[in-house]
């Protein structure tokens, strides 16, 4: 079974909509990422948390917030989806510094 | 600012050929980089790490380079297989500033290895 988990794995919809994106993990690590990817631009941080208590801003978290229900669950909402944020999006997780584990992402395209 | 770059968004190999992939980082106070493939369709996959405290690291067919001097950094994979066509990206993580969350990610080369 994977260890970083996302879903869903394809989504389409429409400008204006509320989406929600979730990411779980069964890697017992403490902090967990969000990120999008556009070709071209590499990884770009959205949000951050260390801890259930810990939620952070990225570099660009403007148009979506998070959740982090639990330590395996980190939830990533557009309230209001713009085709700008057509991308790919993926989850991460760490224990300290060290490395990130990604999970498969999430293509999503908002028409 | 902040910044990691790669020299080369393409490589294309023959199999059985080494290949190199280079990457600058502009931050001096980064102390901990990593090298990720990621094949289409999936996520980033962890290759390999190396400390600020270390100039060479390796591990299976792959070994890491760091220029310290030049804010240099390469990736070495050796006899390269069809399996090992993929994007690949460096990521630094800076020590100070507070900022030990950030890894901050180059764009990518894409190695085609051919047949």
């Known amino acids: 079974d994977a260890d970083v988990t996302q879903t869903p794995r394809n989504r389409i919809t429409k400008t204006g909509k509320r989406i929600m994106l979730e990411c779980s993990q069964t890697?017992?690590?403490?902090?967990m990422y969000w990120y999008r990817q556009d070709p071209g631009l590499g990884l770009r941080l959205i949000y951050y948390?260390?801890?259930?208590?810990?939620?952070n801003k990225g570099e660009i978290s403007d148009g979506y917030s998070v959740s982090r229900q639990a330590q395996a669950k980190f939830s990533l909402s557009l309230e209001s989806a713009i085709p700008n944020q057509t991308a790919l999006y993926f989850c991460a997780t760490s224990q300290d510094r060290a490395e990130q584990f990604f999970g498969p992402g999430t293509r999503l395209t908002v028409l | 600012g902040e910044s990691v770059g790669l020299h080369l968004p393409t490589l294309s190999v023959q199999e059985g050929d080494n290949s190199i992939i280079n990457c600058a980082y502009s931050?001096?106070?980064?102390?901990?980089f990593i090298w990720y493939k990621q094949e289409s369709g999936k996520g980033p996959q962890f290759i390999i790490d190396?400390?600020?405290?270390?100039d060479k690291r390796q591990g299976q067919r792959v070994t890491v380079l760091l220029n310290k001097t030049v804010k240099h950094l390469s990736l070495q994979i050796a006899a390269t297989q069809p399996g090992d066509s993929a994007v690949y990206f460096c990521?630094?993580?800076?020590?100070?500033?507070?900022?030990?969350?950030?890894?901050?990610f180059g764009k990518g080369t894409l190695l085609t290895v051919n047949p």
């Open positions: 931050n001096s106070a980064s102390d901990y």
């Open positions: 890697k017992g690590h403490d902090r």
């Open positions: 190396i400390r600020s405290n270390m």
């Open positions: 990521a630094e993580n800076p020590l100070l500033g507070g900022s030990n969350y950030k890894l901050t």
């Open positions: 948390s260390f801890d259930v208590k810990d939620i």
